[in-house]
């Protein structure tokens, strides 16, 4: 039986590249073991079939930015309950149209950007690309997001007045929003610089209770639409090149 070697020194060998030739098409997904891709130059083989995907090209992969829709009860962060869990090979939507190839390595050192309360469901960001952190935090608060919020209760003769400019929180006079009613039980609120539970405390003043929030959109950037309808709670997609928050 032939000594195990590192799967970069027999694709050198296969296919007459450079260690660091090689080392890429491996990191990039572009070569498999026996029928199974392997994205570590490391991985020791002795006799499998290692073969190289026709299209592989040696361009550098760009970091990912994924985004998933979070159910209730998982947090954002990285506390008790962690949204990012969720995020597995397994779970992409069925509908992604950004065409990115999946890679074992966008699921490493992944930052959760955006909060969303825990109770909350819909977009949250997940990302390797210092680009898109620096976004979505420095211009944090010249970023709309965009909510359905499910209320009961009766609102205040001025409620949808105040909702849109007119309340504080935190001890802090909230800039103007957009808020108007979807239908008498939702309320849609286009709203920029959003903070963990400025949502519910807005409605109680003027008299309502929140049933569900729901976040649609942050910036530019939406949940996403497929044939078969919006992409599932619990599913994620890929920020696509060009789509920009």
Known sequence: MS??????????????????????????????????????????????????????RLDAVEPA????HKPPGFDASNAYKPASTLVTPATRW???PSGERLLRRHFHRLTSLVSLDAEASGLMVLTQDGRIRRRLTEDAELIEH????????????????????GLSFNGRVLPPSKVSWQNESRL???????????????????????????????GRVALG????????????RYLPVGEKF
């Open 3 to 56: 000594a195990p070697v590192r799967l970069a020194h027999r694709v050198c060998e296969l296919f007459g590249l450079s260690r660091a030739e090689a080392e890429q098409f491996i990191q990039n997904g572009w070569v498999s073991v026996d029928g199974q891709v392997i994205e570590a130059p490391q991985h020791k083989v002795t006799l499998e079939r290692v073969e190289l995907d026709p299209e592989a």
């Open 65 to 68: 930015t994924i985004l998933l």
């Open 94 to 96: 069925t509908d992604d």
């Open 146 to 165: 965009e909510y359905i919020v499910e209320i009961s209760g009766e609102i205040a003769p001025d409620g949808l007045r105040r909702l849109n400019h």
């Open 188 to 218: 849609r609120f286009a709203i920029k610089g959003v903070q963990d539970g400025q949502l519910r405390d807005m409605c109680a003043q003027v008299g309502l209770r929140v049933v569900s929030i729901r976040r649609l959109r942050i």
């Open 225 to 236: 639409k497929g044939p078969n309808g919006a992409m599932p709670p619990g599913a994620w």
